[in-house]
């Protein structure tokens, strides 16, 4: 399959037809998110408070099937941008393996620390039982979950974005319609709660993952499962090398939610709630961005490898302009119509105003996360994991210290402020990197 379109077809058609069906994929995948949250919360506020709050552990999950996966997708699409098919095959294949078995691990782990986890949020036996119902079946699938990220990750780096498009929404279908279904019981199934939630994610990720396997075993793409006993130890490193960091920014949210949750549930448990639901909010600006930044990662790799870092800019404008634009469309709806979008989630009129002003306050940092988000997504592309990691680490960690200042020294609703002021610094950092670590090299090399 020739991959030649990624450096010679003109930047802007190409990055719309690499992003586009990623930004389709990421929005139905936030959309059966936030249906299965819908439902949850029509179950019981207190089951939406549960999901809530085993979230971070959830994520942490995701975090290490897309990391690892964006590390193998990199230098997949490295290998094959400079003509190295052999190292391409042998990527491929030990990413393959290593995810199932990273799978295996982490649901062994999260199994023995989410009781005392769910635990450290609220004393309620009622959610802590919801939480550990719920999570159980979701982390039962962590190696299904992991497999798929992989060999999604793997398909992208040939530029099949819309068969991954297709491979995920066919999950993601599933899921929206087994979701009523099993949490609320029809006909001759019964009514399951968050258990049925649980299990529909679980089922809609296992016809997600046999979709992408028999995509991958049937089409013609330029990568094959091949494994020689020599030399893997070196590609291992790289795979690691890229995807550690890489899991690591998708974990940080995690964490930031956890220590969030401490400072929050301190003054009353509706905040956590509150911040559940911005989450589940958030996730269709934020995917939609990711999912451009999905699309254009596999360009940027193959155009470092075949040594067109013009071409790499001139992507890097381009996404960042798209951008921008989600998220002044995303300012907007959070400006105009915040109790609206809160309503979504709660049937507490005080709970949808308190939560109204917290999107209020927390949207005056979208446009500018643009910058962070698009930054270190360029940065994993280049194959430079330590400094998208730093621009996580400042956008994740950062807050926390600002976020327990502000509601020390004032109150838990100005907890809310510390995202936008994160979010500027980590702004200007990631500028000063990219200028640094890339531009000013690539300015270099062109004299």
Not at 54 to 68: D, E, I, K, T
Not at 134 to 139: A, E, S, T
Not at 144 to 167: D, H, N, P, S, W
Not at 202 to 212: A, D, E, K, V
Request: net charge positive; glycine share 8%; with cysteine.
């Amino acid at each position: 399959m020739d991959q030649t379109f990624m450096k010679e077809k003109p930047i802007l058609p190409l990055v719309l037809k690499m992003a586009l069906p990623m930004v389709i994929s990421m929005l139905v995948n936030s959309l059966y998110n936030i249906i299965d949250s819908f439902f949850v919360s029509q179950f019981s506020e207190n089951a939406m408070t549960a999901i809530s709050i085993v979230y971070p552990l959830q994520n942490l999950a995701n975090a290490v099937g897309v990391g690892f996966g964006i590390g193998v997708n990199a230098t997949v699409a490295y290998y094959l941008g400079a003509n190295n098919g052999r190292a391409a095959n042998r990527s491929a294949t030990l990413g393959i393996l290593l995810s199932a078995l990273h799978g295996i691990v982490l649901a062994g782990i999260c199994v023995l620390c989410t009781r005392p986890f769910i635990f450290l949020f609220t004393d309620s036996e009622e959610i802590a039982t919801y939480g550990i119902k719920y999570f159980y079946v979701v982390i039962a699938f962590a190696p299904v979950l992991t497999l798929g990220m992989m060999f999604e990750k793997l398909l992208q780096a040939t530029g099949r974005m819309k068969t991954t498009m297709f491979c995920m929404a066919i999950g993601a279908i599933a899921n929206i319609f087994l979701d009523p279904l099993f949490i609320f019981g029809a006909g001759v199934i019964p009514e399951m709660g968050v258990f049925g939630a649980a299990f529909a994610t679980g089922i809609g990720q296992t016809l997600s993952l046999i979709g992408y396997i028999v995509v991958f075993l049937i089409a013609k793409i330029p990568i094959r499962l091949r494994m020689e006993h020599r030399g893997e130890e070196k590609i291992c490193r790289k795979l690691y090398l890229l995807g550690i960091p890489a899991s690591l920014n998708m974990a940080l949210p995690s964490f930031m939610i956890m220590f969030l949750n401490m400072i929050l549930s301190a003054f009353a448990e509706v905040y956590v709630l509150i911040l559940g639901i911005y989450y589940k909010l958030q996730t269709f600006l934020y995917f939609t961005i990711n999912g451009i930044v999905q699309g254009i990662r596999p360009l940027v790799s193959y155009n470092l490898g075949a040594e067109r870092n013009d071409r790499v800019i001139g992507i890097f404008k381009v996404t960042l302009l798209l951008s921008f634009i989600v998220m002044v469309i995303g300012t907007i709806l959070c400006l105009v119509c915040p109790v609206q979008l809160m309503g979504i989630f709660t049937n507490t009129p005080q709970t949808a105003e308190q939560g109204a002003i917290a999107l209020r306050v927390i949207s005056a940092g979208f446009i500018v996360s643009a910058v962070s988000v698009v930054i270190s997504g360029t940065f994993e592309g280049l194959g430079k994991g330590l400094p998208s990691l730093v621009i996580s680490l400042l956008r994740y960690i950062a807050i926390l210290p600002i976020a327990f200042l502000m509601s020390y020294l004032f109150q838990a609703v100005c907890v809310w402020n510390s995202f936008w002021v994160t979010e500027l610094i980590s702004a200007i950092v990631s500028c000063v990197l990219f200028w640094f670590c890339f531009v000013k090299k690539s300015l270099n090399k062109a004299k």
